[in-house]
């Protein structure tokens, strides 16, 4: 990858006046607005409707096989290549579409340390895409601006659409990520969270070589100085987990750990609305006002009050707001070592314990798993939770092999003692369609537990299929609910259950043969 390969074919389009650089909020509603893109809510966030794509496109997205960088990606379904030439065309078409475009750009960061962070430049073809990226990444000081050369420029162009057969796509989509030209591009998709996303993934690639570790996760810290991440895919709680009122979040949802603890890699939070309530969630409430974004949520036509249990346009309704309108939110982000680590899973299976303690070698274990199930909405084409394995809680953005950041996190375990446990916000009482989804309050209750320490205290035994250590009490849970097979009616249901998920377990982790002994026999066992 080159130092600073800022693309000057750029230069003189940029300049024109039809292009808006880094524009003030209330300047980008307006915009937004006058063009047709949204309405507002009640509450003064700017709803948008993302139109026939409400989730990411996974299918879609390619990485350019460049000399540089191509014996360190791990090719495959995940990171799908296309060639320098392929990814010239749509370049060239790009740049074309947009001369005649009104544009938004966007000057900022990605990364709280000022070390590792990334210079990026995005422009956009809506004016709420380009308030959604200037809540999303860190924003700029007036001093950083009037220095700020782009290391990474991000092009996003819904109207673009590509043409498979010409283009090598598989549909009008595409998300193509070329390292040597320092590019993304992005056309086909309405969708907001594709840009976040691509540059999550552009990091995930680049901060390994100087020792961060890229992690897909939300962060919080205590009075104490004492540091917890939240591991998990979309609609696992992440956000609603790491906004405790009695803690300060970091960030909600991509961090790098370096030799000087955790920084968040963005400005602002991202956080799935389907059934929010003042009531659970207050923080991520109060948070949707003025400056927010609202996607695919639909509002009352007279009071244009917001519905957030209509789900008729996506299970994948979605908030976007800067990180400051969380009360106490540590700004810059950034903060020490981690000392308890939570690995979030909704299991569609309903047979995980609800809170369970790993050993390192359970952890290491169950990252690579990533075992969860995708939420309704998440991607195109999911509508009922569907059981899978992500690597390391976010195989979507990763570009390297799971040994790179595997390696890093057994690394960073062993250096400062954390504590790992696997949280199931899943489903109890049986699977998905039988039983019900986990209590929120009792999931906080145990999440509590494990970051105080209270949880020390309980007697641990061991799952017989899984292995993992459940505790006997939480104060604040039933003790029935902690063992997942006491909450199932069918005992016998219920171990066929736990069985299948061994099974699935075990046939998964045969894609990582050269992982050591004493990790593979971490994993369940068929009884």
Partial sequence: MKANAYPVELHDILQTERVHHNLSVPKLVEAALSRNEGILASSGAFRATTGKYTGRSPKDKFIVDEPSIHHKIAWGPVNQPISPEQFDRLYQRALEYMKERELFVFNGFAGGDIRYRLPIRVINE??????????????????????????FTVIGLPGLKADPIADGTHSETF????????????????????????????????????????????????EKGDVALFFGLSGTGKTTLSAD??????????????????????????AKCIGLSEEKEPQIWNAIRFGSVLENVILDRDTRVADYHNNSLTENTRAAYPIDYIPGAVIPGIAGHPEVIVFLTADAFGVLPPI??????????????????????????VTEPE????????????????????????????????????????????????GKRMNLSYTRAMVTAAING??????????????????????????????????????????????????????????????ADEIRQAGPKMI
């Avoid at 035994?461 to 069918?490: K, M, Q």
Wanted: with cysteine.
């Fill in 245 to 270: 009122p009695d803690r300060r979040l970091i960030g909600d949802d991509e961090h790098g750990w370096s030799d000087r603890g955790v920084f968040n890699f963005e400005g602002g939070c991202y």
């Fill in 356 to 381: 369970s303690k790993l050993t390192r070698e359970q952890a290491m274990y169950h990252f690579l798993s990533g075992y969860t199930s995708k939420l309704a909405g998440t991607e195109r084409g």
């Fill in 126 to 151: 809506y004016a709420w895409h380009n308030l959604f990226v200037h809540q999303l990444f860190v924003r700029p000081t007036p001093e950083e601006l009037e220095e700020h050369q782009p290391k």
């Fill in 387 to 434: 059981a899978t394995f992500s690597t390391c809680f976010g195989a979507p953005f990763l570009p390297l092999r799971p040994s790179v950041y595997a390696n890093m996190l057994g690394d960073k375990i062993d250096a400062h003692n954390a504590h790992v446990y696997l949280v199931n916000t899943g489903w109890s009482g049986g699977p998905y369609g039988i």
């Fill in 175 to 222: 998300i193509v990520v070329s390292f040597e030209k320092q590019v993304v591009l992005i056309g086909g998709t309405e969708y907001a969270g594709e840009m976040k996303k691509s540059i999550f993934s552009v990091l995930n690639c680049m901060l390994p070589e100087q020792g961060v570790f890229p992690m897909h996760c939300s962060a919080n810290v205590g």
């Fill in 454 to 515: 209270s949880i020390k205290h309980a007697t641990f035994t061991a799952d017989p299929v899984f292995g993992v250590l459940i505790p006997d009490r939480v104060h604040g849970v039933p003790s029935e609910v902690l063992n997942p097979r006491n909450t199932w009616a069918d005992k016998a249901a219920y171990d066929e259950k736990a069985r299948e998920l061994a099974a699935r377990f075990i046939k998964n982790f045969e894609k990582f043969p050269d992982v």
